[in-house]
């Protein structure tokens, strides 16, 4: 499909025996996230690690023993753009089209070893699905925009229909050399509430973390569906409690730290960004039909 949108891929499959154990391998690039049974596997976040990827690649290895069962099971795999897909930034703003790698891939190996001694492998063939996923836009530096109505509950999941889905396209590999990853990975490691919410211009509201910190804010909103939810962050205020955008490197790469989400309607609704990151400690809320609370942010630090 041709789309800027963060894209799905799925798989299901049938295991016939009494599992002794799993071990799924995985490098999805820029940023993955693997799915199976409709639980998120690990806990790792912006994986994997950043490096050239014609000299080498990173693939991540998880025990996944206890996501599947004897029967019908399903994969998921969904891919952000990273340091490898960085046109937003480079290409579009400089030209530098020596850092953009191509469109997201991944590749993946499931090795299921049964009771009695035989083992299956499901791996990243023409067998998969594609799709548009509700993330429109996702940028390291320039953030990322998420839509909830287009999101496909059990996408990840045996039984879901997927008929209106694309046959995946087999990708060649971005040429370096596929290593394990032994790097320390990123992770969630504090979550940080609001100190305070300030509105200095009608409509706006600036949210204090109370520290600078490199990660992300986690959303609680309810809102009418379609309602979008804009999120600029900075390090510092203007002395009217705006936020500086200057003090969050503007001048040199061009595109401004923000994050929006599109809600879903219907009730309470979270929802935290997947494929980027800030270094913030303010955060500007627009979009909002009412006066926020400083329980609708709270700060993920990675």
Not at 184 to 205: E, F
Not at 281 to 302: H, Q, S
Request: charged share 25%; proline share 6%.
């Amino acid at each position: 499909f041709d789309s800027e949108a963060a894209p799905l891929f799925r798989r299901e499959f049938t295991l016939k025996k009494d599992i002794a154990a799993a071990r799924a391998y995985i490098c999805g690039l820029g940023y993955y996230e693997l799915h199976l049974n409709g639980a998120k596997v690990g806990d790792h976040v912006l994986d994997p690690g950043q490096t050239d990827y014609t000299e080498r690649v990173f693939y991540v290895t998880y025990d996944v023993t206890g996501l599947l069962k004897s029967g019908p099971n399903a994969a998921g795999v969904m891919l952000g753009d990273g340091w490898y897909n960085q046109r937003a930034v480079n290409e579009r703003k400089y030209g530098w089209g020596d850092v953009v790698y191509g469109d997201p891939r991944f590749i993946f190996q499931l090795r299921v070893d049964y009771s009695d001694g035989s083992s299956d492998l499901i791996v990243s063939d023409g067998n998969w699905k594609a799709s548009p996923g509700p993330i429109l836009l996702n940028n390291v530096y320039a953030g990322e925009s998420y839509d909830a109505r287009r999101e496909q509950p059990g996408w990840d999941a045996p039984g879901f229909v997927d008929g209106g889905w694309a046959r995946a396209k087999q990708m060649e590999a971005p040429g370096g050399v596929l290593e394990s990853q032994k790097i320390p990975p990123v992770k969630r490691m504090a979550t940080l509430k609001t100190k305070s919410v300030v509105n200095p211009k009608p409509d706006v509201y600036v949210f204090d973390m109370g520290q600078n910190f490199a990660g992300w804010a986690r959303l609680r909103v309810t809102a009418p569906s379609g309602t979008v939810i804009s999120m600029r962050f900075a390090e510092s205020v203007n002395p009217d409690g705006t936020i500086n955008m200057e003090s969050t490197g503007v001048g040199a790469i061009h595109v401004e730290q923000t994050d929006r989400y599109t809600c879903r309607g219907g009730g309470m609704e979270t929802w935290e960004p997947r494929f980027t990151y800030h270094g913030f400690r303010y955060v500007e809320m627009t979009g909002y039909p009412g006066t926020p609370t400083p329980d609708m942010l709270e700060g993920i630090a990675v």
